[in-house]
C-alpha cells in the first residue's frame, strides 16, 4: 500500500513540474501530456538532429529545393523534381519511394538505375511513329512561330534554320583525311581504330543530314519527306550509345573487331564484303538450338560450337540490336554517297533511297 501512494505521490509531482495539470484541477487532457513529452524530447535531441541533417541524413525534400544540385564523388547532378522522379520511377516499374527513403535518397536510386540500366524494357514500342511525331510536333511548332513573327530574317540577313530541317552535327573529319589515317586501320592501335570508326559513321551522318536539310520546303513537308527526317532522327538516337561506347573506350573487343573490319571495306568500297561482315557480327554463324540442348549424361551432337564466341549479337540486347540496326542504315548509305562498280555493291539495281 505505501508503494502505490508513493508511485501516484510520484505522478502528481510529476504533472506540477511540467505545468500540466493546475492545482485547481482535478485531472487533465493525454494530449497536453504528449504534446508537452514531445517538446522536451525535441529540445533534449535538438543537436544530434540538427547535425544528421547537416550529413544528409535527415530527411529531406526535393519539391523545396527544385532546380538544386547535388555533388556525388565530385560530380555535380542537378536535382530533379519529386514528381519527374516519381514519373520516372514509375516508367521503370520501380516503388516511388522505400520504407525509410528520403527524397534525395530515391533520387539518387533512381540515378543508379539510370546509369546501370539505360535502356527500359516497356514492351512493344513503335520507335519509328514516336520519331514521325517528333516531326510533325516540329512542324507545328515551326507554324506557330511564323504565325507568331512573320520575320524570320536575322540582322545579318541569314535566314533561321527551319522546322524542316534535321539536327546536323559538323565535327566529323573530311573524308579524305578518314582515307589517310586508314592506311594504319587494324594494325593493333586501337586509339586509331575507335577514332576512325568514330569519325567514319559521323561524316555518313552528317553527309546524309545536309542533303536531307538540302530538299525543297515542299518534299520536306510530304509524308515521304517527313518519314526520310523521322528515319535519319531515328538512327541518330540508335547511335548515340555506340557513339558513347567509342568514346569512352568501352565496346567489347569481338565487336570492336567485326566494326574495325566493316570499316575497313567501306574505306575500300567494297560493300559487299562489308556487308558480309555485318551479317557475321549481327547474326553470327553459331547454330541456334531450339529446346533442350542437354539432355542426359552425353553431350549432343555439336554442342561445343555453342560458346560466347559465336554468339548473334544482335539478340543480347535492346541497345545493341538499335545501334547495330543503325550501323546497317549508315552501309546503305555509305553505298550512295560513294558509290563504287557494280560487282562490289550490294543491290546495286535497287531504287535509291529517299533522302
Request: proline share 3%.
Amino acid at each position: 500500500m505505501d508503494f502505490l501512494k508513493a508511485e501516484m505521490e510520484r505522478k502528481r509531482k510529476m504533472l506540477q513540474d511540467k505545468d500540466i495539470m493546475p492545482s485547481s484541477k482535478k485531472y487533465f487532457r493525454r494530449g497536453d501530456l504528449v504534446a508537452k513529452e514531445k517538446e522536451e524530447y525535441i529540445k533534449k535531441h535538438a543537436n544530434s538532429f540538427a547535425v544528421k541533417l547537416s550529413d544528409g541524413q535527415g530527411p529531406s525534400r526535393i519539391a523545396d529545393n527544385e532546380g538544386g544540385v547535388l555533388e556525388e564523388d565530385g560530380v555535380t547532378v542537378a536535382v530533379l523534381p519529386r514528381k519527374e522522379v516519381i514519373r520516372r520511377l514509375r516508367d521503370r516499374n520501380e516503388p516511388i519511394i522505400l520504407y525509410g527513403e528520403s527524397d534525395i535518397e530515391a533520387f539518387r536510386r533512381l540515378r543508379k538505375l539510370e546509369i546501370s540500366e539505360p535502356e527500359i524494357n516497356r514492351g512493344l514500342r513503335n520507335d519509328f511513329q514516336e520519331a514521325m511525331e517528333r516531326v510533325d510536333e516540329a512542324y507545328l511548332n515551326d507554324i506557330l512561330a511564323t504565325k507568331k513573327d512573320e520575320d524570320d530574317q536575322s540582322d545579318d540577313g541569314s535566314s533561321k534554320p527551319k522546322a524542316g530541317d534535321v539536327k546536323v552535327i559538323a565535327d566529323a573529319i573530311s573524308y579524305e583525311e578518314i582515307l589517310e589515317l586508314s592506311k594504319d586501320l587494324g594494325k593493333g592501335n586501337g586509339d586509331l581504330d575507335l577514332k576512325i570508326i568514330s569519325q567514319l559513321l559521323r561524316l555518313l551522318l552528317q553527309i546524309w543530314g545536309q542533303k536531307l536539310n538540302s530538299r525543297p520546303e515542299a518534299e520536306k513537308r510530304s509524308v515521304k519527306g517527313k518519314r526520310a527526317s523521322a528515319t535519319y532522327g531515328q538512327t541518330q538516337q540508335y547511335l548515340k550509345p555506340l557513339f558513347k561506347k567509342l568514346r569512352n573506350k568501352s565496346i567489347q573487343d569481338d565487336i570492336l573487331d567485326s566494326l574495325t573490319i566493316i570499316v575497313g571495306h567501306l574505306l575500300d568500297r567494297n560493300y559487299v564484303i562489308a556487308n558480309d561482315a555485318y551479317l557475321q557480327m549481327a547474326i553470327g554463324n553459331a547454330p541456334w538450338p531450339i529446346g533442350v540442348t542437354m539432355v542426359g549424361i552425353h553431350a549432343r551432337t555439336g554442342r561445343e560450337k555453342i560458346f560466347s564466341k559465336h554468339v548473334a549479337h544482335v539478340l543480347n540486347d535492346e541497345t545493341q540490336r538499335k545501334y547495330i540496326q543503325g550501323l546497317k542504315r549508315l552501309m546503305t548509305k555509305c553505298q550512295y554517297f560513294f558509290p563504287t562498280d557494280p560487282s562490289r555493291c550490294v543491290e546495286y539495281g535497287a531504287t535509291e533511297l529517299e533522302f
